[in-house]
């Protein structure tokens, strides 16, 4: 199977600023028949499912703010919110498709400073 | 709209099994593959396998293989996954998450269904 690891577990940002939270993955997502990342990041908020974010490294599912996006390639990944916002506290999770099972990292929780 | 609404809550004790069910509404059943996803209290999330709702065929995670089975009644559009054998490590929420065309990535969950393993 493979590993999904995130850095770090938990992240305090202030209101407005810049939250980077990274993904790695034991080995390569990246499908040599596409040149896709099969990365996508998802957002859970206390007592809800998991919400789509972003998709293929980098594509924003419909609906999710700009402020939203998603890096990287191969083995490792990033998503980054660019101004923080109170609605955005949750805990966020790299899930990878490339093989089944699908896997996930363990999860970072993004809190307000 | 796309709605997943689960069955309700369970409590077992160890050693039973347990079945929930997932029903959806709002597109075509038969034509988006259905995952289960598990969520233990605090945790991360886990896959336990997938359904093909159209030809009824599954695919389990290796480590559940024996124990999980998954099965769909098109009449109603509904997915079952049934859980056998439990232990106190199977308490969780589970999830039914419908597995998107093209990236295949879960665009849409069910509420979750928490199941409690106690003596």
């Known amino acids: 199977d493979i590993v999904m690891t995130q850095s770090p577990d938990s992240l305090a940002v202030s209101l407005g600023e810049r939250a980077t939270i990274n993904c790695k993955s034991s080995q390569s997502v990246l499908h040599s028949s596409n040149n896709r990342n099969y990365l996508a990041w998802y957002q859970q908020k206390p007592g809800q499912p998991p919400k789509l974010l972003i998709y293929?490294?980098?594509t924003r599912e419909s609906g999710v703010p700009d402020r939203f996006s998603g890096s990287g390639s191969g083995t490792d990944f990033t998503l980054t919110i660019s101004s923080l916002q109170a609605e955005d506290v949750a805990v966020y999770y790299c899930?990878?498709?490339?093989?089944?099972?699908?896997?996930f990292g363990q999860g970072t929780k993004l809190e307000i400073k | 709209q796309v709605q997943l609404v689960q069955s309700g809550a369970e409590v077992r004790k160890p050693g039973a099994s347990v079945k929930i069910s997932c029903k959806a509404s709002?597109?075509?059943?038969?034509?988006?593959?259905m995952h289960w996803v598990r969520q233990a209290p605090g945790q991360g999330l886990e896959c336990l396998g997938i359904i093909n709702p159209s030809a009824g065929s599954t695919s389990y995670t290796q480590r559940f293989k024996g124990r999980v089975t998954m099965t769909r009644d098109t009449s109603t559009s509904t997915v079952y996954m049934e859980l056998s054998s439990l232990t106190s490590e199977d308490t969780a929420v589970y999830y039914c998450?419908?597995?998107?065309?093209?990236?295949?990535?879960?665009?849409?969950w069910g509420q979750g269904t928490l199941v409690t393993v106690s003596s």
């Open positions: 293929w490294a980098s």
């Open positions: 899930q990878q498709y490339y093989n089944t099972p699908y896997t």
């Open positions: 998450a419908r597995r998107a065309t093209g990236a295949q990535v879960f665009d849409y």
């Open positions: 709002g597109y075509t059943f038969t034509s988006y593959y």
